[in-house]
C-alpha cells in the first residue's frame, strides 16, 4: 500500500522557522503523480490549502494566508517535498497534511485526484 508520511513539525515560537518533509513509506514505494500538496487542519476547523508545486516543472501555488512566508520545494530522486515555513504566526498552528494529486494542482482537499494522503505533522506556534 502506498503511504506518505510527513515530518519536521514541533512547537515553536512566533517568528521561528520550521521545515515539513513528506515522503512515501516504505520510502522506496513508487506512485503516479502529477502534483503534491500541503493542507493544515486545526481542531474545529476544515482543512485548508496551504501551498502545491507540480512534480515535473516549476508550477506551484500558494494560500494568500502563507505567501511570502512559506516555500514549497522538492527533491525528485527522493521523492520527496519539502514546506520551508518562515516567520511563523500562532495561527499557523495545525495539523500539516501531504498528499498526492494525479492530475493537476488544485487548492480543493476533497478533490478527487487526491490520494494517498499522510497521517500528518503537528505544528504548533506560540506567542
Known amino acids: 500500500q502506498v503511504q506518505l508520511v510527513e515530518s519536521g513539525g514541533g512547537l515553536v515560537q512566533a517568528g521561528d522557522s520550521l521545515r515539513l518533509s513528506c515522503a512515501p513509506s516504505p520510502s522506496g514505494r513508487l506512485f503516479t503523480r502529477y502534483a503534491m500538496a500541503w493542507f493544515r487542519q486545526a481542531p474545529g476547523k476544515e482543512r485548508e490549502f496551504v501551498a502545491a508545486i507540480a512534480w515535473i516543472g516549476g508550477k506551484n501555488a500558494y494560500a494568500d494566508s502563507v505567501k511570502g512566508r512559506f516555500t514549497i520545494s522538492k527533491d525528485l530522486a527522493k521523492n520527496t517535498v519539502y514546506l520551508q515555513m518562515n516567520s511563523l504566526k500562532p495561527e499557523d498552528t495545525a495539523m500539516y497534511y501531504c498528499?498526492?494529486?494525479?492530475?493537476?494542482?488544485?487548492?480543493?482537499?476533497?478533490?478527487?485526484?487526491?490520494?494517498?494522503w499522510g497521517q500528518g505533522t503537528q505544528v504548533t506556534v506560540s506567542s
Open positions: 498528499a498526492v494529486h494525479r492530475s493537476r494542482i488544485v487548492t480543493t482537499p476533497s478533490d478527487p485526484g487526491f490520494g494517498p
